[in-house]
């Protein structure tokens, strides 16, 4: 009886709801031309500034014997479909991409598929359930200007099949424009690659511009494509880096709807898409002690302008999503885990700031207790909670106040926080800062910010803990640099793309003199609001990405460029030396200049070989090919030391515990070296400019020898215990990182009583609990 009326609720409400997208237009479910149903959510999707061709569009040409196939499933109820070996579709189209749309099924067999008269991809459209309106070819990095696609039906077909039938439903041509001759470093001019239904690796492209010195000269080459928006990245392995977006209409697919998370090749640039449950924008994310990644927070179902209601996902503002240790080059098996009827936070967080801290647990920072965009008082969730939940001072897993984000309000979401050398943590938030002991729940407020900037969403800035060194007695030193002057009680009409950015970077040292003598100001070559700052293995920082103007998030603000509340892309990074004196630490030389915005949900980070890998923009409600669109291009900017002569390293252990002492094999340049050191390297968790736990050690070392002995970090405030990466930097030219799992490679400490009492005490997705229970009496009146 009770599951019976539970049920017709339930329907209701999906009734409910579903009327509601009718009359909307659901954002992301797909709603047929001509009709005014919500359909699933499904790959056929037309993006701003691409342009749908139907199956009987006059400007497709068919050779003989394909048919018109009717019904309410494709894409304006027609398809053409052939079964005939040789029979062809020809399509000329003027632009910079092209997707083709069909069906897969049992009875379905190889496509072959031609452009400019190249064959590039051989596409199965097999699969044991039927679908429609799937995406089975797409390449996005075309050249501005006339090509021709060719569908061929191979007569082939997989063992499975039972037939070898090919259908065309649609074909969406990506408008693009010419490139501005000035602008472009890099070269757009090569031929697509072969582009695996399974795993598109787009185009490739690659230039280098090494006619100079190697040694000296630093590269930027565009190579491999995500796939899936990339909104999050980290690299999980040698040969693997995670990418979690939102969910949207991205080319690539798994279960025959849009995926948004794949696990990106940084060798072979293949992607693999994961399956995930619920919607993870905005998560952050951490690896936990034991190596494993958590994906924590996110979006609920049914938000008209940050998320989709008709895709199957399931609510992600509690989630806690699980992502096991994957270090082996075959990631078949690595997939995402969510099961929060079992785990999830206690309160819903949207835009949470995950941080790794001293006894290897996950911190849960901050965030909206619901989508949208600036933070405020009704919206605001002012705590901290703990993965695995823990007991602090009473709290027996449920949230912690944290009353600095009461006072931080409105532009105080991603706080901006770093685990420090004495266990406590910094943050960061709006134009505050203190530092807080999670032990006894206290916090220090330090002086605040000069000059009025704010660093956190969405005046977006960034931040980093400085290098660690046994020279400066692991002296902790924050660096928060750009971001926005903006009023943040300003309403978005008030607030314009192109109010200029903040060029301030500041700096603190985290003792008692340091905080007495405050912040140090200065100021970097260009603005940026949304940077990247990355740590090189060899001390020095690259800061990348960003805008000279606005601020972070999208359809806001005025005078919006397509959707995007920033304008004036900063196109070429600068190099800061921490280390250097006060007016000397900026350079540019030799750094190249991209064509390529990256606004906001933008990334960048280092991998193992040194390179860094910088992806994604996407100021955009959905997928969009408008000024400021969805980039999926993935560039590779090598620093110098990337063409040296490098130090090889052999034998490193593949656990270091705390003041252990290990040795490992060096082979140093010919060249020979004086300044060799061991440096440990957290590349950090990357997401709205918030580059959670990176972090860059140096630990105690000699060298005999091709012998190194090291000893492991002093302890878990230094290094808080989990995964790293080492390297040996010799004269200023660093090895390619090997990763090591610091500490005992446990997991944190799991107080049962208090994930009892967690479950116990709250429920799954409340946020969406909630609303239904709100649609239905509003319902019933
Ligand atoms: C707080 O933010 C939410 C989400 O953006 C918005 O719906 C609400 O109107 C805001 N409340 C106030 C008082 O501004
Ligand atoms: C690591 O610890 C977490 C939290 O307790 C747990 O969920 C996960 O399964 C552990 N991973 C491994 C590989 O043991
Ligand atoms: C604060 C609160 O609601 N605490 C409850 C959590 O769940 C346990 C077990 O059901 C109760 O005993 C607490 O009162």
Redesign the pocket.
């Known amino acids: 009886m009770v599951v019976r009326s539970l049920l017709a609720l339930f329907t209701l409400v999906v009734v409910f709801i579903s009327v509601v997208l009718a009359s909307e237009s659901a954002w992301n479910g797909h709603t047929t031309p001509g009709s005014t149903q919500p359909t699933r959510f499904t790959p056929y999707y037309v993006a701003p500034g691409t342009k749908s061709y139907d199956s009987n569009s006059p400007i497709i040409h068919y050779s003989a014997h394909w048919k018109e196939v009717f019904s309410s499933a494709y894409i304006h109820k027609s398809v053409r479909s052939t079964t005939r070996k040789g029979a062809q579709m020809t399509f000329r189209f003027t632009g910079t991409g092209v997707e083709w749309f069909g069906s897969t099924g049992s009875r379905h067999g190889v496509a072959k598929v031609y452009l400019d008269g190249q064959l590039v991809d051989s596409v199965d459209t097999w699969s044991s359930v039927a679908r429609q309106q799937q995406r089975l070819y797409w390449n996005f990095n075309l050249p501005f200007g006339k090509h021709t696609l060719k569908i061929v039906n191979a007569g082939q077909r997989q063992h499975r099949s039972k037939g070898s039938k090919i259908d065309v439903d649609a074909v969406v041509v990506t408008l693009g424009a010419k490139p501005s001759v000035a602008s472009s470093a890099q070269s757009d001019d090569v031929a697509p690659i072969q582009n695996d239904a399974v795993s598109p690796q787009g185009g490739l492209y690659n230039m280098n511009l090494a006619t100079l010195n190697p040694t000296e000269t630093w590269t930027l080459t565009r190579k491999g494509n995500t796939g899936v928006h990339a909104m999050q990245l980290a690299v999980i392995s040698d040969s693997h880096a995670i990418i979690v977006d939102k969910v949207e209409h991205n080319p690539l697919s798994i279960d025959g709807h849009p995926a948004w998370a794949a696990l990106y090749n940084l060798d072979t640039h293949a992607v693999k898409p994961l399956r995930m449950q619920s919607n993870s924008f905005c998560a952050g994310g951490t690896f936990l002690s034991n190596g494993t990644l958590i994906n924590v927070g996110g979006n609920p179902v049914v938000e008209d302008h940050t998320s989709a209601a008709d895709f199957g996902d399931v609510d992600g503002l509690q989630a806690v999503r699980i992502f096991e240790p994957c270090d082996s080059d075959n990631v078949d098996d690595c997939e995402m885990f969510e099961d929060h009827s079992r785990v999830r936070m206690a309160s819903p967080r949207w835009y949470n700031t995950v941080l790794r801290i001293s006894d290897g647990s996950a911190m849960i920072i901050g965030g909206?207790l619901?989508?949208?965009?600036?933070?405020?008082?009704?919206?605001n969730n002012p705590t901290v909670e703990y993965y695995p939940p823990k007991d602090i001072q009473g709290s027996n897993g449920m949230p912690v106040k944290l009353q600095f984000l009461v006072d931080t309000l409105n532009s105080n979401l991603f706080p901006i926080a770093f685990s420090l050398p004495d266990g406590k943590v910094f943050v960061a938030a709006n134009q505050d800062a203190m530092i807080y002991d999670w032990q006894t729940n206290t916090e220090r407020r330090l002086p605040q910010i000069p000059n009025g900037v704010r660093v956190t969403y969405p005046m977006t800035g960034t931040g980093l803990l400085l290098p660690l060194t046994p020279e400066n007695n692991y002296t902790p030193e924050v660096l928060l640099c750009g971001g926005s002057t903006v009023d943040d009680t300003k309403p978005g009409y008030e607030i314009s793309s192109q109010d200029p950015a903040s060029a301030q970077c500041s700096r603190m040292v985290l003792t008692e003199d340091g905080i007495a003598a405050g912040w140090q100001v200065e100021q970097m070559p260009a603005a940026r609001t949304m940077p990247d700052a990355v740590i090189l293995p060899t001390g020095k920082i690259l800061i990348v990405n960003g805008a000279g103007s606005g601020i972070s998030g999208y359809a806001n603000v005025v005078n919006q460029v397509g959707a995007s509340n920033a304008d004036h892309p900063v196109f070429t990074p600068v190099l800061y030396d921490p280390a250097a004196p006060a007016g000397a630490r900026f350079s540019a030389a030799g750094l190249p200049t991209s064509s390529i915005p990256r606004l906001y949900h933008s990334v960048a980070t280092v991998v193992p070989s040194g390179s860094v890998m910088i992806a994604g923009s996407n100021p955009n409600l959905d997928r969009s090919e408008v000024k400021y669109g969805t980039e999926y291009r993935v560039e590779w900017l090598d620093p110098p030391y990337m063409g040296a002569d490098r130090p090889t390293l052999g034998n490193v252990p593949q656990k270091i515990d705390f003041k252990q002492t290990v040795q490992f094999n060096v082979k140093l340049p010919s060249a020979g070296a004086g300044n060799v050191k061991v440096v440990l390297m957290d590349f950090g968790y990357v997401t709205h400019a918030v580059h959670a736990n990176s972090r860059y050690v140096e630990l105690v070392s000699s060298r005999d020898g091709d012998v190194v002995t090291v000893n492991g970090p002093p302890d878990g405030n230094i290094y808080p215990p989990g995964p790293g990466w080492l390297f040996v930097v010799a004269d200023g030219i660093p090895s390619k990182g090997v990763k090591v799992m610091i500490g005992d490679g446990q997991g944190p400490e799991v107080n049962e009583a208090a994930i009892a009492n967690v479950l116990a005490n709250t429920s799954a997705d409340q946020y969406d609990v909630d609303k239904k229970e709100k649609l239905f009496s509003d319902d019933s009146e």
């Open positions: 909206s619901k989508g949208g965009w600036i933070n405020n008082a009704t919206t």
